[in-house]
């Protein structure tokens, strides 16, 4: 049904849609009628969402804060589990991954050749120049902010620091594309570009998602994309930036007996960063990193 100019805006603002987002939704019709894919409205925050959405970025930040000043040689992967569970709870939080689709643990640590979704574990002892990727979400009166750090182990090699820093740069030339009216392949076509340059591959098929009401929303933010493609991008929409970069080839494979870890197929170093980002009027408001 269409929505009368003289009734309240979708939005939420409680002002009338003619003077709130009457202009923007024929802005959007415009779009569509180039074949321009078009976010719902539903991908699109409300203020009070976002208000709760940066509240959990915050706590989450606070967090992988929390992780670095902590984590260590010879502490265990349930050890950064152990830090991040109860840090969560008592500031208010509640753990997303814990029992995620099954998922068993408080936070996934990636360590090496693991690509993502790492299961913590009293067993796996961090060791002098592992590289560990870290992936926090929480939940904070029902809304989810998402965001994963590398760390760095003591002395690691030089072509490991190196991914990883290369990783956190893609990420952050990335930021740059996020901006009203911009496309979703801007993303993946600077991070692909970037990332090739320097000898490494980045996984087509694991991707960043939409945010911040749920877990995982739509859209898929694929990291291997073309300039001036995909989604349109409009102010209010939340999703995530996660590149995994392998030193390698692109090709993984999943843990049979866990049904999550995925790693790399060659072996290789796999490095990521995450961010929880939102497009604004005028560009981006990074909610959790
Ligand atoms: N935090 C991951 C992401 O960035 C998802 C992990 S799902 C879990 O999307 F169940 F493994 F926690
Ligand atoms: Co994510
Ligand atoms: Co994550």
């Known amino acids: 049904m269409k929505i009368g100019r ?4 979708w939005c939420g603002s409680g002002k009338k849609y003619k003077s709130c987002h009457a202009a923007f939704d024929e802005k959007l019709d415009a779009y569509k009628a180039k074949r321009v894919p078009v976010p719902s409205h539903k991908l699109i925050k409300t203020q009070e969402q976002l208000e709760g959405i940066r509240k959990a970025g915050k706590l989450n930040t606070e967090i992988l804060d929390m992780v670095a000043a902590n984590i260590k040689a010879g502490m265990s992967t349930d050890d950064i589990n152990t830090l991040v569970h109860n840090y969560t709870i008592e500031h208010g939080g509640i753990p997303a991954p814990l029992n995620y689709q099954g998922f068993p643990k408080s936070v996934c640590t990636s360590v090496n050749d693991v690509i993502c979704h790492g299961i913590p574990d009293k067993n796996e002892i961090l060791k002098d120049g592992d590289i560990i990727n870290v992936d926090v979400t929480t939940i904070l ?10 760390f760095l182990i003591g002395e690691v090699s030089e072509e490991a620091r190196k991914l990883v820093e290369v990783t956190k740069e893609s990420v952050d030339l990335a930021l740059k594309e996020v901006k009203p009216w911009g496309r979703l392949g801007d993303i993946g ?4 570009e970037y990332v090739y340059k320097h000898g490494y591959t980045v996984l087509r098929d694991i991707g960043g998602h939409g945010v911040g009401n749920d877990f995982h929303e739509d859209p898929y933010v694929c990291h291997i994309g073309k300039k001036g493609t995909g989604m349109l991008l409009v102010p209010g929409m939340v999703f995530t930036i996660e590149p995994m970069v392998n030193e390698g080839e692109e090709d993984f494979f999943q843990d049979e007996e866990n049904g999550w870890t995925i790693y790399t197929e060659d072996g290789s170093l796999s490095a990521q960063w995450e961010y929880t980002v939102a497009v604004t009027e005028d560009g981006v408001e990074i909610i959790t990193h």
């Open 141 to 150: 009166d029902g809304y989810y902010a998402d965001a994963s750090r590398m």
């Open 6 to 9: 003289n009734d309240p805006c």
């Open 189 to 192: 076509a600077v991070i692909s």
